[in-house]
């Protein structure tokens, strides 16, 4: 079966930061790409960034450029989301997100869900 955990959400004060992980069970990151999204209450889900081992490509979302890098550690089977410099528009919960496919796109279909972490950020 296959299982993505996400985790390390939190309260922040603006301008801190947080790391994001997505831990994989049931199947290898290397190969899949792999995607963190979040979603407000009531709002469209959006896209925050991808990456995709295979060819080395990342994507993020305007909203997060420089703020946030995402990367992945095959020997942890892990997925990370750096989340710096922290504002209160990026209170949300966040999700994980796995699809076989050798480039990063944050379009299309993604197969395995992780089950949402909730990230504050407040003074």
């Known amino acids: 079966e296959v299982q993505l955990q996400a985790s390390g959400g939190g309260l922040v004060q603006p301008g801190g930061s947080l790391r994001l992980s997505c831990a994989a069970s049931g199947l290898t990151l290397d190969g899949y790409s792999i995607a963190w999204f979040r979603q407000a209450p009531g709002k469209e889900r959006e896209g925050v960034s991808c990456?995709?081992?295979?060819?080395?490509?990342?994507w993020y979302g305007d909203s997060v450029q420089g703020r946030f890098t995402i990367s992945s550690d095959n020997a942890k089977n892990t997925a990370y989301l750096q989340m710096n410099i922290l504002k209160p528009e990026d209170t949300v919960v966040y999700y994980c997100?796995?699809?076989?496919?050798?480039?990063?796109?944050?379009?299309?279909?993604?197969?395995?869900w992780g089950q949402g972490t909730q990230v504050t950020v407040s003074s």
């Open positions: 990456i995709s081992k295979s060819d080395g490509s990342t």
């Open positions: 997100a796995a699809v076989w496919r050798h480039y990063c796109s944050i379009y299309g279909r993604w197969d395995y």
